[in-house]
């Protein structure tokens, strides 16, 4: 049967369409996620340097709290103004509990459940629970930023309740990697914990199965790990950045620069920011997600 110009145009239409759709499922959106799409960094990324060391690799950001907090805040500490956050995002985020090898796990989660591009989680510290990282208004807005940039871009954001920072904790954040990665396969986790949270960070780093499945790690105003040069997660080399207020009364930044120091002397992938005069809560309000979650995802 012959066919006419216009139905071989057709067809060859649909089958470039398939062969297309067939590179991309091959190649995966986590290319896409290499580099963040910008989300309103006129409002987040626009910080003054005040050094720099290390290559690069140390940088101190002027932080003022009545320009970072007042300035910002409609309700200082409670409310960030309208202009910071955008809540559209609410359409793909969800209230779950996870089984994770009879493990009860409540999260908050924010992107697709299947085939991310790749995976955030963060791990609040005491006091907390999993609607510390899933707050619009609270820190500035700097969660609603990392959650319109992880969701954005094709990943998805969990944010977690951690009811203890002891073993149990290990534990249970340990299965939700496993599963994120069980839902994502081959796809880059990127861990970060704040404050007492960093014990998790820590005791994941022990962790040889974890660590095979995750692509780097973010610290912000934790505890400072001696033995960490003993962990899988430094044999592996994966990126890790820390962030630290100066004036943090919990956990003095000088222990935590101390060790990125050593780790920078061993050409060790590691980054500091320490925010100038910033307190404990500091680095949560001004980190730069899409600054850190690009430089992991391309180490």
Same mark, same amino acid.
């Given at each position: 049967?012959?066919?006419?110009?216009?139905?071989?145009?057709?067809?060859?239409?649909?089958?470039?369409?398939?062969?297309?759709?067939?590179?991309?499922?091959? $190649? @995966? !959106? +986590? *290319?896409? %996620?290499?580099?963040?799409?910008? #989300?309103?960094?006129?409002?987040?990324?626009?910080?003054?340097?005040?050094?720099?060391?290390?290559?690069?690799?140390?940088?101190?950001?002027?932080?003022?709290?009545?320009?970072?907090?007042?300035?910002?805040?409609?309700?200082?500490?409670?409310?960030?103004?309208?202009?910071?956050?955008?809540?559209?995002?609410?359409?793909?985020?969800?209230?779950?509990?996870?089984?994770?090898?009879?493990?009860?796990?409540?999260?908050?989660? $924010? @992107? !697709? +459940? *299947?085939? %991310?591009?790749?995976?955030?989680? #963060?791990?609040?510290?005491?006091?907390?629970?999993?609607?510390?990282?899933?707050?619009?208004?609270?820190?500035?807005?700097?969660?609603?930023?990392?959650?319109?940039?992880?969701?954005?871009?094709?990943?998805?954001?969990?944010?977690?309740?951690?009811?203890?920072?002891?073993?149990?904790?290990?534990?249970?954040?340990?299965?939700?990697?496993?599963?994120?990665?069980?839902?994502?396969?081959?796809?880059?986790?990127?861990?970060?914990?704040?404050?007492?949270?960093?014990?998790?960070?820590?005791?994941?780093?022990?962790?040889?199965?974890?660590?095979?499945?995750?692509?780097?790690?973010?610290?912000?105003?934790?505890?400072?790990?001696?033995?960490?040069?003993?962990?899988?997660?430094?044999?592996?080399?994966?990126?890790?950045?820390?962030?630290?207020?100066?004036?943090?009364?919990?956990?003095?930044?000088?222990?935590?620069?101390?060790?990125?120091?050593?780790?920078?002397?061993?050409?060790?992938?590691?980054?500091?920011?320490?925010?100038?005069?910033?307190?404990?809560?500091?680095?949560?309000?001004?980190?730069?997600?899409?600054?850190?979650?690009?430089?992991?995802?391309?180490?």
């Amino acid at each position: 049967m012959r066919m006419s110009t216009s139905h071989c145009t057709i067809i060859t239409a649909i089958a470039a369409f398939f062969l297309s759709a067939a590179m991309l499922s091959a $190649v @995966g !959106p +986590a *290319q896409a %996620a290499d580099e963040l799409a910008p #989300f309103k960094d006129d409002l987040f990324s626009k910080q003054t340097v005040l050094q720099t060391g290390d290559d690069g690799a140390f940088e101190v950001i002027d932080y003022d709290e009545m320009r970072d907090i007042n300035g910002r805040d409609q309700i200082p500490q409670k409310r960030v103004q309208q202009k910071y956050v955008a809540l559209g995002i609410r359409k793909v985020q969800a209230d779950e509990t996870l089984s994770l090898d009879g493990i009860k796990l409540d999260v908050t989660r $924010v @992107g !697709p +459940a *299947q085939s %991310a591009a790749f995976t955030v989680i #963060f791990i609040h510290g005491r006091d907390g629970d999993r609607r510390l990282g899933a707050n619009d208004y609270s820190f500035g807005g700097n969660f609603n930023r990392l959650k319109n940039l992880v969701a954005g871009n094709g990943g998805v954001y969990y944010s977690p309740t951690v009811k203890s920072f002891d073993r149990s904790g290990v534990a249970a954040i340990a299965g939700l990697i496993r599963y994120a990665s069980a839902q994502s396969p081959g796809r880059p986790i990127i861990l970060s914990c704040a404050s007492m949270g960093s014990q998790v960070c820590w005791g994941i780093a022990r962790d040889s199965d974890s660590v095979k499945r995750l692509k780097g790690m973010l610290i912000m105003s934790g505890v400072t790990d001696p033995d960490f040069i003993k962990s899988a997660f430094y044999k592996a080399k994966l990126p890790l950045w820390f962030a630290h207020g100066s004036r943090d009364p919990v956990y003095a930044a000088s222990d935590q620069q101390a060790l990125f120091e050593s780790l920078h002397k061993a050409k060790y992938p590691a980054r500091f920011t320490l925010f100038q005069t910033g307190n404990h809560g500091t680095p949560i309000r001004m980190i730069d997600w899409r600054r850190v979650v690009n430089w992991i995802l391309a180490g």
